[in-house]
């Protein structure tokens, strides 16, 4: 059974940091492309960061490059998001989600593993 369980989420002031956390079980993320995707009301779900499976290469939206990095632990099987110089519009859920095959945050539908969320709020 896959579980991928996010922590990290809270809430932040304008120019400040947050790491985000996801703990992945019944997959590796080794071998599978790993993402984070944000959602606010009322607005499709969207990507923000995605690390390919192996090299761990690592391809960003234009409104997380420069201020986010994404990275992942193959030996604890987690996969991280660091956000700095946070802006009122990061406000959304975050998720975590995996899928096998080629790697891209651009369409959400093809990721099969979510995680539950975590709320940022940037303020």
């Known amino acids: 059974q896959v579980q991928l369980v996010e922590s990290g989420g809270g809430s932040a002031q304008v120019g400040g940091s947050l790491r985000l956390s996801c703990a992945a079980s019944?997959?590796?993320?080794?071998?599978?492309?790993m993402s984070w995707f944000r959602q606010t009301p009322g607005k499709e779900r969207e990507g923000v960061a995605a690390i390919y499976s192996g090299d761990g290469s690592a391809i960003y939206t234009d409104s997380a490059k420069g201020r986010f990095t994404i990275s992942k632990d193959n030996a604890r099987n987690w996969l991280d998001l660091q956000m700095n110089s946070l802006k009122p519009e990061d406000t959304a859920m975050y998720y975590c989600a995996a899928r096998v095959g080629s790697c891209s945050y651009r369409d959400w539908t093809a990721f099969a593993y979510w995680g539950q969320g975590t709320q940022v709020t940037v303020s």
């Open positions: 019944g997959l590796s993320v080794d071998t599978h492309c």
